[in-house]
Every structure is written in structure tokens, then in C-alpha cells.
């Protein structure tokens, strides 16, 4: 990496239900990976991606037990990030507004999960070298 | 200026908008001396396949603008590269973050 950046990302999409966080969850890791500081900020039903009480499940229509079926969940995917973060010498920075919190019960989270409000967007959108908003679909 | 990072995720037969706003915009930025790159994701990949939407991108290419499609979402849709439209060509998303890192203004739709 020429310089080590600082990127500003928005989430907005609750997870199992877009391809885009598919796609937010590439691109925060292709950041790590390059070693900038990630400063990601969860709006509206993206909170959820954080929500320490998801759980795998067996697939009973494919005959298959948890360990077999491997089911992914976005929480552990935040871990692994933020891992992949340290190794390559950066930072990942993660907030969940507040109030989409609460309003959705998913107060839970995993370590290194942070609460704050859309201020907190700002400020990080305000210190970061770029910022990319990735919205839900109007 | 850093020019500017268009991301597009929708398919224009998905959405209307994509091609009658988003398609302009980066056009119309690029006309005006921007650098401008194009970078499709998603079901946005779906016009890079070869004479797709009647070349629906072949405007916007002219126009000045880098159409660049995620490779991930290609190989996910079964497009092989070399079915591309020749304005486009595949790349890996990291580049989305190289143009972040350069100042690239970034808008997603």
C-alpha cells in the first residue's frame, strides 16, 4: 500500500436480505486488507449485522447438522474483520446508531461494537480521507 | 480534481433510473474533463455482457467514462470475460478502494 487511508463506509441494509452487504462486507475487507483505517457506520436495519444472538441452524431439508450446514452470520464476519485490521496494521471502527438499536432489540452486540448517532457518521465521514454511502434501494 | 467513482448496482432493466440518471451523470461529468470510472456491481453487470441493452454503455464509454465491472459479480452470473462488451473491462472490487484512497468523489446507486 502508497499511503494508509482513512475510509468512512454507511450501512444501511439489514443483513440475509441484500447482496449489498455482501458486497460492503468485500469491500471493508479489501480495506483492512490494504491496511487503512475502516470507520463503518450502521444506520436503520444494518445494526442487526452486529447482533451477538445470531446463531447458526441445522438445514433439515438437506439432512444437514449445524456443523455441517456452516451457516455464516455477519456478526462473526465483523470479528473477522476486525482481525484481518490488525494483521495489516490498520483499524476497524464500528458504530451502530443508536436508535436503530433499540428500536429493533438488538442491543447485543459483539465485542468491539460501538453506539453512537448519526453525529458520530459525521464526525467520521469529517476525518476520513473518503466516505462511500452505500444505501438501501429506494 | 480527484474525479469521481460512480458504482452502480442495479440492472437498467431492474430499474429505470439506471440508465436514463445514473448512465448520464457519468457521462455528462466526464464531458465536462472529469475523470469518471463506472464500476458495476451486482446485478449492475448484467449490460457488460456483449450487445446487451443495445449497447447501452457505448455512450458512456465514448463519452470519456472508465467502465470497469466487479469480477466476482461476473463470475457469480456466469459471464465469462471474454463476452464482455469491448468497453468494458473486469476488474477486482478492490479497485473501488484504490479510487476511494485516491479522493475519488463516490457515489452508489
Request: proline share 6%; with cysteine.
Amino acid at each position: 500500500m502508497a499511503t494508509k487511508k482513512t475510509l468512512a463506509f454507511l450501512l444501511m441494509d439489514a443483513p440475509y436480505e441484500s447482496a449489498r452487504t455482501t458486497t460492503a462486507f468485500r469491500l471493508i475487507d479489501a480495506a483492512v486488507r490494504r491496511g487503512h483505517d475502516v470507520s463503518v457506520f450502521s444506520y436503520e436495519g444494518a445494526v442487526a449485522l452486529s447482533f451477538a444472538k445470531q446463531a447458526p441452524h441445522p438445514n433439515a431439508v438437506h439432512g444437514r447438522d449445524v456443523a455441517q450446514e456452516d451457516h455464516p452470520n455477519p456478526k462473526d464476519w465483523i470479528g473477522a474483520l476486525a482481525a484481518q485490521a490488525d494483521r495489516s496494521g490498520g483499524k476497524l471502527t464500528w458504530i451502530n446508531c443508536g436508535l436503530c438499536v433499540d428500536e429493533r432489540g438488538v442491543g447485543e452486540v459483539v465485542p468491539g461494537v460501538g453506539r453512537g448517532s448519526p453525529v458520530d457518521f459525521w464526525k467520521s465521514a469529517e476525518a476520513a480521507d473518503n466516505t462511500l454511502v452505500i444505501p438501501t434501494k429506494g | 480534481m480527484a474525479g469521481y467513482l460512480l458504482i452502480e448496482s442495479r440492472d437498467p432493466l431492474e430499474s429505470s433510473d439506471v440508465a436514463s440518471d445514473f448512465y448520464d451523470l457519468a457521462a455528462g461529468l466526464a464531458r465536462r474533463g472529469e475523470p469518471v470510472t463506472l464500476f458495476l456491481v451486482q446485478n449492475g453487470v448484467f449490460p457488460a455482457r456483449r450487445r446487451a441493452h443495445a449497447g447501452v454503455l457505448d455512450a458512456v464509454a465514448r463519452a470519456g467514462v472508465e467502465v470497469l465491472a466487479d469480477d466476482f459479480s461476473l463470475r457469480e452470473r456466469g459471464i465469462p470475460s471474454d463476452r464482455l462488451d469491448p468497453h468494458v473491462t473486469a476488474a477486482p472490487l478492490d479497485v473501488v478502494i484504490d479510487r476511494l484512497a485516491e479522493g475519488r468523489k463516490a457515489l452508489w446507486h
